[in-house]
Structure formats: C-alpha cells, structure tokens
Nanobody, 115 residues
Framework: QVQLVESGGGLVQPGGSLRLSCAAS????????MGWYRRAPGKERELVAS???????NYADSVTGRFTISRDNAKNTVFLQMNSLKPEDTAVYYC?????????WGQGTQVTVSS
C-alpha cells in the first residue's frame, strides 16, 4: 500500500501563490499518471491538473494559465504551483497517482484564499 504525503497548503491572500507537494511513501517503478483534485465546500470533487509519465499535462479551464503541475520521477513526487490565487480556489486539494492497476489518494491539504 502506497501512502501519499501532501504539504504546502495554507492561508493566502487573493493574488498570492502557494506550492503544493505530494510524495509517495515508497519507490514505485512507474507512475503512469499524477494529478491534483480539489473539493470546495458544497461542491463535487474536480480535477485540477494532471501529468503523465512523459510530461503531458492537462488543466481545468478555471486554472489554466495560473497553475502549473510538474513531477520529479526520481523522487515519485508531484507539485502544483498555484499563482494568482482567487477566493474560488479555496478547497481541500488531494493528490492522486495511478500506477499499474492501482490508484492512491493523499489525505488532502486545505488551501484558503481570503483577505
């Protein structure tokens, strides 16, 4: 069983930046897909961004141009750089990985954008 450890959430003012990190608890030979999801209060969970093993990225329309996903394959780690944050970005952010037939989720980290 793989554990995913997230960090980097917190409180930030509108227009500010945060960087989320998510690391797997053990080495995985090949992680096919890594991504970030979020769930805002009263809303369904949504995909924020994903990145394949060869670096292809996909973003939700609402974050395109503001968020950047990246990964370090050697360290089994995925990052989410969030710039120009808006109050509507407030949510619990979860990392997710797909490796072989398996999927793992992080425990979630709170991001609050407020003045």
């Amino acid at each position: 069983q793989v554990q995913l450890v997230e960090s980097g959430g917190g409180l930030v003012q509108p227009g500010g930046s945060l960087r989320l990190s998510c690391a797997a608890s053990r080495t995985i030979y090949k992680i096919n897909l890594m991504g970030w999801y979020r769930r805002a209060p009263g809303k369904e969970r949504e995909l924020v961004a994903s990145i394949t093993s060869d670096g292809r990225t996909n973003y939700a329309d609402s974050v395109t141009g503001r968020f950047t996903i990246s990964r370090d394959n050697a360290k089994n780690t995925v990052f989410l750089q969030m710039n120009s944050l808006k109050p509507e970005d407030t949510a619990v952010y979860y990392c997710n990985i797909v490796y072989g037939p398996y999927r793992a989720w992080g425990q979630g980290t709170q991001v609050t954008v407020s003045s």
